[in-house]
């Protein structure tokens, strides 16, 4: 007997979570928080432990009007962990872990945002999470967007989850940020951080849940090639990137994702575990400047 189909999610509706007022963004992912200083939660333990907890339920958080200096803002991010600069970008002098991420005249439009990606899977323990404010916004344009990879893999095929249930893969930031570099600096760069192998599905190490863990910065299966898997070298070349691919481009699903438009001291809080983004590049030559912290995570499982 075929089971009843469950039943269409409630509508999102705003709600009170201890002093902060939540309200959803989509029925998947996101919420905006009202009522709250990130300064405040930098210092305040009971808020922030409300914050992480609504962190881990709607993956990625929202504010706006976070008139907040930059000491509050790096403050607030170590609440979570240490801080980790980023290998190609600059980051604020006086304030190590606070990267910029300014888009001007001066700044041709570059492509390593506009893609899904989870934020520095080239490392061996990528980032937990981040916390990114919007120093200046173009008037029109610049928007991100973020993905529930959880719910990405959650709807998959039960075939398919069967199938890259125990596959691992190779993420590499010279096939990325390297790419457009000289050989011999591109080389360098692969020296610094080495290609490391992940899991295809890693474990959120705090609420248990699979995630497909997948993204922009994958090259390939290392343990495809399989008589599971390869009747022959058709199954193994063509085959094993064709999967990747599709699971790749599970991330472009609207059913997965919430759309955030910026305004000057709009924040957005994410856990870089279970979501991926992309910054839309519809702006230029508009100004977009950025500043992220990014939260030293742990080796996926």
Same mark, same amino acid.
């Given at each position: 007997?075929?089971?009843?189909?469950? +039943?269409?999610?409630?509508?999102?509706?705003?709600?009170?979570?201890?002093?902060?007022?939540?309200?959803?963004?989509?029925?998947?992912?996101?919420?905006?928080?009202?009522?709250?200083?990130?300064?405040?939660?930098?210092?305040?333990?009971?808020?922030?432990?409300?914050?992480?907890?609504?962190?881990?339920?709607?993956?990625?958080?929202?504010?706006?009007?976070?008139?907040?200096? @930059?000491?509050?803002?790096?403050?607030?991010? @170590? @609440?979570?962990?240490?801080?980790?600069?980023?290998?190609?970008?600059?980051?604020?002098?006086?304030?190590?872990?606070?990267?910029?991420?300014?888009?001007?005249?001066?700044? &041709?439009?570059?492509?390593?945002?506009?893609?899904?990606?989870?934020?520095?899977?080239?490392?061996?323990? &990528?980032?937990?999470?981040?916390?990114?404010?919007?120093?200046?916004? &173009?008037?029109?344009?610049?928007?991100?967007?973020?993905?529930? =990879?959880?719910?990405?893999?959650?709807?998959? &095929?039960?075939?398919?989850?069967?199938?890259?249930?125990?596959?691992?893969?190779?993420? +590499?930031?010279?096939?990325?940020?390297?790419?457009?570099?000289? =050989?011999?600096?591109?080389?360098?760069?692969?020296?610094?951080?080495?290609?490391?192998?992940?899991?295809?599905?890693?474990?959120?190490?705090?609420?248990?849940?699979?995630?497909?863990?997948?993204?922009?910065?994958?090259?390939?299966?290392?343990?495809?090639?399989?008589?599971?898997?390869?009747?022959?070298?058709?199954?193994?070349?063509?085959?094993?990137?064709?999967?990747?691919?599709?699971?790749?481009?599970?991330?472009?699903?609207?059913?997965?994702?919430?759309?955030?438009?910026?305004?000057?001291?709009?924040?957005?809080?994410?856990?870089?575990?279970?979501?991926?983004?992309?910054?839309?590049?519809?702006?230029?030559?508009?100004?977009?400047?950025?500043?992220?912290?990014?939260?030293?995570?742990? @080796?996926?499982?």
């Amino acid at each position: 007997m075929e089971a009843p189909a469950p +039943s269409p999610p409630a509508p999102a509706r705003a709600s009170t979570a201890g002093s902060i007022e939540v309200a959803p963004m989509t029925c998947i992912i996101g919420a905006e928080l009202a009522g709250v200083s990130l300064a405040d939660a930098a210092r305040d333990d009971a808020l922030f432990a409300e914050i992480r907890a609504l962190l881990l339920k709607h993956r990625v958080l929202f504010l706006r009007d976070q008139d907040i200096t @930059r000491a509050d803002h790096v403050a607030f991010a @170590r @609440r979570f962990g240490k801080l980790e600069d980023h290998p190609i970008a600059d980051s604020d002098p006086d304030h190590p872990g606070l990267v910029r991420i300014y888009k001007d005249l001066n700044s &041709p439009p570059e492509h390593y945002e506009n893609a899904y990606h989870c934020d520095a899977t080239f490392r061996e323990a &990528p980032p937990m999470g981040c916390v990114l404010r919007c120093l200046e916004s &173009p008037a029109v344009g610049g928007d991100t967007i973020w993905v529930n =990879m959880v719910e990405a893999h959650r709807r998959l &095929p039960e075939s398919v989850q069967h199938q890259i249930a125990g596959l691992r893969a190779r993420h +590499s930031i010279e096939a990325s940020f390297g790419a457009a570099m000289p =050989m011999e600096k591109r080389h360098a760069l692969r020296e610094r951080f080495p290609d490391p192998e992940h899991p295809v599905v890693r474990t959120h190490p705090e609420t248990g849940e699979k995630i497909l863990f997948v993204n922009a910065f994958t090259t390939h299966f290392v343990n495809f090639h399989t008589p599971e898997h390869v009747r022959c070298g058709q199954d193994f070349a063509p085959g094993a990137s064709q999967l990747l691919n599709y699971l790749i481009s599970q991330a472009q699903i609207p059913e997965y994702q919430v759309r955030f438009r910026w305004k000057k001291n709009s924040v957005a809080i994410w856990d870089n575990r279970c979501t991926q983004h992309y910054a839309v590049q519809d702006y230029w030559p508009g100004v977009r400047k950025m500043e992220r912290a990014t939260i030293v995570g742990d @080796r996926p499982s």
